[in-house]
Each structure stands twice: as structure tokens, then as C-alpha cells.
């Protein structure tokens, strides 16, 4: 019931926004030019933190991501404790081969934790392979750009996602099927919180948002928890080792078959 009522807060709170006036929208950029990038950030996060919105920007405001603990990973990757402010307590991945680990991880998910995360790692390395896995198996393309009439209200409250941008082109956005478009969006736009986001479904024939994943999509792809992006779908059937769903068999042959077998090839670029 609870996510029921998430949802409908959300497309009630998108239709308020998306008629609000223009002036109202930009107020929000100053409360959100707060976050301000400390001075020990890693180098190479700035061209994803130069990338965020307003409402990311202000989502983060105060977080600290700098490492407590650095140490090796598995296949070359660095594994980085870091404060449980950092992405909120949320594990990710970043430019370089990084894992970042918040400390408020408990112990015994940190296994699981890093599986997932190595899955992200892998997707940054063989970006190709899996486009073409997406393109064929599961009907998913990239763009580099939202449509242009996908409504601001949508694309303005994105949330960022580092295990889903990609670094060389800022983007990507999904399409399923070249008509329906999934955003993570803030479920408060003008207090935006990171934990607190839902995907809408942008049905680019119809020209409506929808709460909901489309049957057909569903039918396919099953009830994930996490339906933004092919990168975290996969991420999540292949750490569950879940073959529940067609997406999830195909995801799980097509990784026995050759995805795994990369691990041992060099990244592509
Ligand atoms: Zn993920």
C-alpha cells in the first residue's frame, strides 16, 4: 500500500510542477549552488559532479566522500570505505576502477554489496558488450539526450546515478523499444533526498508520464527493484542469481556464455 501512495504522491506532485511558473523552477538553483566541492574530492569525480542538476546538487549537499580506507578489489579494482553521508549510504562505483563502500554497510552485506558493484565495474569496462546485449536480448537502446518534449518537470527532478552515467557522453538516457523512456525521478523536487526516488515511465507515443512500468515491460522484465536503467536490472538478476523472468534468463545465459568471459579481456577503452 505504502509505494502505492508514494506513487500517486509523485505523478500528482509532477502534474503541480510541470504547471508551475518558469520563475518558481529557477528559484530553486540557489539553495541548490550550496554544494560546494571539498578540496580533497578525487580529481577524477569532477566531470561527474560537474554533471549533477540543481536537484542533485542539493541532494548531496554535505556529503563527504573522501576514504577512510582504501584496499585492493577483486579483477584490479580499488575498494574505498568512505562516511555514510556519501551518496547516502548508498554503495557505487567510479572512474577508475573504484568501489566506494559506505561505512554503514553492515559486515555481513558487504559480500553481496561488492557483487553488485563489480557488475557496474565491468559494465564501465565493456560498455559496447553490453550495448549490444541490451540492443538485442532486451530491446533497450542509449541516448544521449531525452526527447524533446519529455517534460522539464521529469528530466529536472533526475536523480544521478554514477553506476548508470557514463563518462563519455554525460548520459546515457534509456529507451525500451524506442517509445517508453524510465527516469529515476525525486519524489520531492524542491527538498529532494537521494533515498527517496521513483522511476516514472515517459511513454513517448501517448506523450504521458506513467507511475508504472508498462505491462508489456513487466511481463518481460518482471518486478525488479530497481527498474531505471539495463545497468542496474542486470546488476540486480545477476547478483540474485535470479531467473525468474525472460530478462533475467537471458541476462544469466548470455553472462555464463561470454559477459563473465570478458573479465579476463581488456577493457575496450
Ligand atoms: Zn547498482
Known amino acids: 500500500m505504502l509505494p502505492t501512495i508514494l506513487l500517486l504522491a509523485t505523478v500528482g506532485l509532477l502534474i503541480l510542477y510541470m504547471f508551475e511558473p518558469i520563475q518558481q523552477k529557477e528559484g530553486f538553483e540557489d539553495s541548490a549552488s550550496a554544494y560546494t566541492v571539498p578540496p580533497d574530492d578525487d580529481p577524477r569525480d569532477l566531470p561527474w559532479i560537474a554533471s549533477w542538476s540543481a536537484a542533485d546538487r542539493a541532494a548531496r549537499h554535505g556529503q563527504i566522500c573522501v576514504p577512510t580506507y582504501t584496499e585492493d578489489g577483486p ?30 554497510i553492515p559486515i555481513p552485506y558487504r559480500d553481496q554489496t561488492i557483487h553488485h558493484e563489480l557488475i557496474h565495474i565491468h559494465q564501465r569496462r565493456h560498455t559496447d558488450a553490453w550495448r549490444t546485449f541490451y540492443r538485442r536480448a532486451w530491446s533497450f537502446q542509449f541516448a544521449e539526450a531525452p526527447p524533446a518534449d519529455m517534460p522539464n518537470a521529469v528530466k529536472g527532478a533526475r536523480r544521478s546515478n554514477p553506476d548508470t552515467w557514463d563518462p563519455a557522453t554525460g548520459g546515457p538516457w534509456p529507451v525500451w523499444k524506442g517509445r517508453y523512456w524510465p527516469v529515476p525521478i525525486y519524489t520531492d ?27 508489456e515491460w513487466s511481463a518481460f522484465f518482471g ?23 525472460e530478462a533475467g534468463r537471458r541476462v544469466g545465459d548470455w553472462w555464463e556464455s561470454t559477459g563473465s568471459l570478458l573479465w579476463s579481456k581488456a577493457p575496450e577503452k
Open 75 to 104: 579483477y584490479g579494482t580499488t575498494i574505498q570505505t568512505v562516511s555514510k553521508t556519501c551518496e547516502a549510504g548508498m554503495a557505487h562505483t567510479r572512474v577508475g576502477d573504484r568501489i566506494i563502500i559506505p561505512d554503514s
Open 189 to 215: 523536487s524542491q527538498t529532494p533526498h537521494l533515498r527517496e526516488a521513483n522511476t516514472v515511465w515517459w511513454d513517448a507515443w501517448r506523450r504521458e508520464v506513467l507511475a508504472y512500468p508498462p505491462a
Open 223 to 245: 518486478t525488479p527493484n530497481q527498474q531505471e536503467h539495463p545497468h542496474e536490472l542486470a546488476a540486480v538478476y545477476l547478483t540474485a542469481e535470479d531467473r525468474t523472468s
